[in-house]
């Protein structure tokens, strides 16, 4: 396991990287110069860069508007998420009457993917009234089980003998949440927000169907209902696709570890 | 005796209440959802009347009549079937990225990089790296000389889908990489060692150690492949809205266009009901193949 | 000790510089957003013209309006003062002397105060051109 060359590796994983980063480097390069828009053949190098089509997104269209949109909504999930999915995960730390029917709930609801439930679940946002609203576009995804299952494995892993102590020592419910349980867990709350704001971030579908307003519309809708006006004939476009895809890769790149741990632990459940 | 009994119920009672909002949650967007779409298939459904029962009118619209539905269908079958495409390229980038190469959590990160980022911005740079002039993908084909012009990729109606295939690939294999990664990380290095006394050769340790440790991640990629087929929405809806004729339509676009477009909730209610159906049959097929708990995924993308 | 691994800490570092870089660029928009827009006029013998006239014309991404119209001085000198464009042709005429060409111009924010650095030059009048 230790004798084989390294170069021919270095090649190989060379050019994945090579044909991952492609897509990236193509839409940064043609948001600073326009060419290859309606020239051929396309250049490599960038000639006569200039930032002035990034000038074009923020004036042309309401950018600011629909990020502050995004982060509105992404906060409101995130913070439901952490405070629901805790509550939830420890309840199902307890024993108690009916906790398995609970959990067998829960697993079947995992069956349930979102994009199956869009329908009624427009309708049912519609007799709240809460089209075209933060609330509305926050509210299916405040909680979800993939989350609750992470805090409960780490609630579980708590010693009984810890919050035995701490309720000898009077401390209530609420206390040994706040005070022992989600001390001991930061990863889960970790795991939690990365997770919650990547999916609310990107998330398209839902705000596609029930945003109707101009602007109400998150960063995702903004991008494609830009895309089908210009259409691909001013660099603005993709200068657009750069600076949506910023804050995504900036935050990836900070908190990788937690991403990455994040995700393998939600997708083997539990 | 009755302080006792008061307090399991108030410990009860705050137990339940701790619950109740992810549970209203998930009653209120995925349990009623789900009954009301199967109450909507059976139903004459608009805004302005009230809804009459239509049995299984619409049904028999769908599997008789309606030609895109077949075609949907099949489309999500061939998205299926292109998983192990991806499963095998990350399977082999996961294995040279598990070696002791230096910078290999850069190739990580590269790698990776392309999963968390809006999918909405992706449709859009692949979109126009297919496009048939200014492409960049037809100008490496032409100036390697492998075609004379350029190719009109997502307009075409037999190289629509295989594009937003290789589209969609390029975006996934990051996933499958990172959990391919984490099930070669849990393989013991001694039974590797073992092996090479034994004088086994490295392909052979391959095939008789490393694949069979990493049946679990393998299943659990094809799971996440399945359901990415259920859901893969914005790529198609960015790329071709459903492309040439629905040659790109997945069902989970063909329902939203025929809801959300044409309005027609109460069939493309009867098309999730089916839609729902066949992805529960298969999520636990892939389950059973798997024996076990292979692990039920939530995407929320 | 906590507040410097508070500090140090690569996300606070990351936001923060971010913060402050907004911050440091919304100061410099504001200093210099008057709309100020100054140049020069020179014929087709390098010689400042005077009383010429220098016309502003937004560009949006449909058609090319005129906004605002100035002369120059003695020296050839223009001013605008208080548009807020950010993307505009410049074109400038008199009568006998000859023209100049719409000139296109792009800035970085919406009324960024400008001097050209070359001068507006005009050629000698071709017989035809619309003029505004």
Redesign the interface.
């Given at each position: 396991?230790?004798r084989?060359p390294?170069w021919p590796?270095?090649l190989?994983?060379g050019t994945?990287?090579i044909l991952?980063?492609?897509?990236?480097v193509?839409?940064l390069k043609t948001s600073l110069t326009g060419e290859?828009?309606?020239?051929?053949?396309?250049a490599i190098l960038p000639q006569n860069p200039?930032?002035?089509y990034y000038?074009?997104v923020w004036?042309?269209i309401p950018f600011f508007r629909y990020l502050v949109n995004s982060v509105i909504v992404s906060a409101m999930v995130v913070a439901?998420n952490i405070?629901?999915?805790a509550?939830?995960g420890?309840?199902?730390s307890?024993e108690?009457?009916g906790k398995r029917t609970?959990i067998m709930?829960?697993?079947s609801?995992?069956?349930?993917?979102?994009?199956?439930?869009?329908?009624?679940?427009?309708?049912?946002t519609k007799q709240l009234g809460l089209l075209n609203s933060h609330l509305g576009m926050a509210?299916?995804?405040?909680?979800?089980?993939?989350c609750?299952f992470v805090f409960k494995a780490s609630f579980d892993a708590v010693p009984s003998s810890l919050v035995d102590a701490a309720r000898i020592d009077g401390l209530s419910?609420w206390g040994i949440i706040l005070k022992i349980m989600l001390p001991l867990s930061t990863s889960a709350v970790a795991t939690n927000v990365i997770l919650a704001f990547?999916?609310s971030?990107?998330?398209?579908?839902w705000p596609?169907?029930i945003i109707r307003d101009q602007d109400m519309q998150t960063?995702?809708l903004g991008?494609?209902r830009f895309?089908t006006v210009v259409e691909?004939t001013?660099g603005a476009?993709?200068a657009f696709?750069v600076m949506?895809?910023l804050p995504?890769?900036?935050?990836?790149?900070?908190a990788?570890k937690e991403?990455?741990a994040g995700?393998?632990k939600?997708?083997?459940?539990g | 005796m009755q302080i006792i009994k008061r307090r399991k119920t108030r410990e009860l009672f705050l137990l339940w209440l701790l619950l109740t909002p992810s549970l209203a949650i998930f009653t209120l967007y995925r349990i009623i959802p789900l009954f009301w779409n199967g109450i909507l298939s059976f139903q004459f459904w608009s805004p302005y009347k009230p809804a009459e029962f239509a049995k299984l009118y619409h049904y028999q619209e769908m599997f008789f009549y309606d030609d895109a539905f077949w075609r949907v269908f099949w489309n999500t079958v061939l998205f299926m079937a292109s998983a192990p495409v991806g499963i095998a390229l990350a399977l082999g980038i996961a294995v040279l990225v598990n070696t002791q190469v230096r910078g290999r959590n850069v190739y990580r990160t590269i790698v990776f990089m392309s999963y968390p980022v809006m999918t909405v911005a992706v449709g859009i740079i692949w979109q126009w790296l297919y496009n048939e002039k200014v492409g960049l993908i037809n100008y490496i084909l032409i100036s390697l000389g492998v075609i004379g012009r350029g190719i009109p990729f997502l307009q075409s109606f037999e190289l629509a889908l295989p594009s937003v295939i290789v589209a969609s690939i390029w975006q996934v294999i990051g996933f499958y990489m990172i959990i391919l990664l984490a099930g070669l990380q849990t393989i013991p290095s001694e039974l590797y060692e073992s092996a090479a006394i034994d004088g086994a050769s490295q392909w052979m340790q391959f095939r008789r150690i490393t694949l069979p440790l990493l049946r679990p991640s393998v299943f659990l990629c094809f799971v996440i492949g399945i359901i990415n087929s259920f859901t893969n929405f914005d790529l198609i809806f960015v790329m071709t809205q459903g492309g040439p004729a629905h040659a790109t339509d997945l069902l989970i676009t063909y329902i939203y266009s025929t809801a959300f477009k044409l309005s027609k909730f109460d069939y493309a209610a009867a098309l999730t009901v089916v839609n729902f159906l066949f992805f529960l049959a298969l999520a636990l097929l892939a389950n059973k193949a798997s024996g076990g708990e292979a692990g039920a995924v939530e995407i929320g993308k | 000790m906590p507040l410097w691994s508070f500090l140090a800490n690569r996300y606070t570092i990351t936001f923060g510089g971010i913060a402050f870089l907004a911050a440091a660029w919304n100061l410099y928009v504001v200093l210099n957003d008057d709309g100020i827009l100054a140049g020069r006029v020179v014929g087709p013998d390098n010689r400042p013209v005077p009383s010429a006239i220098v016309v502003l014309a937004e560009k949006t991404l449909l058609v090319t309006s005129p906004r605002a119209r100035a002369t120059t001085d003695a020296e050839g000198r223009f001013r605008f003062s208080g548009h807020t464009l950010y993307h505009f042709y410049l074109e400038a005429y008199k009568e006998g002397v000859g023209r100049m060409q719409a000139k296109e111009f792009r800035l970085y924010f919406k009324g960024q105060n400008m001097t050209l650095r070359g001068p507006l030059r005009l050629q000698e009048s071709k017989p035809a051109g619309v003029m505004p």
């Open positions: 396991m230790h084989y390294h590796i270095h190989i994983l994945v990287s991952m980063l492609i897509p990236f193509w839409v290859n828009i309606f020239s051929y053949p396309p200039h930032l002035y000038v074009d004036y042309t439901a405070v629901f999915n509550m939830a420890y309840a199902l307890r108690f009457l609970i709930l829960f697993l609801c995992m069956m349930i993917p979102f994009q199956v439930t869009i329908i009624p679940a427009y309708l049912i509210l299916p995804v405040c909680s979800t089980i993939v609750i419910d990547i999916w971030w990107n998330n398209f579908l596609l169907i960063l995702p991008l494609s895309l691909g001013t476009l993709y696709c949506v895809l995504g890769l900036v935050i990836f790149l900070l990788q991403f990455i995700l393998t939600g997708a083997a459940k | - | -």
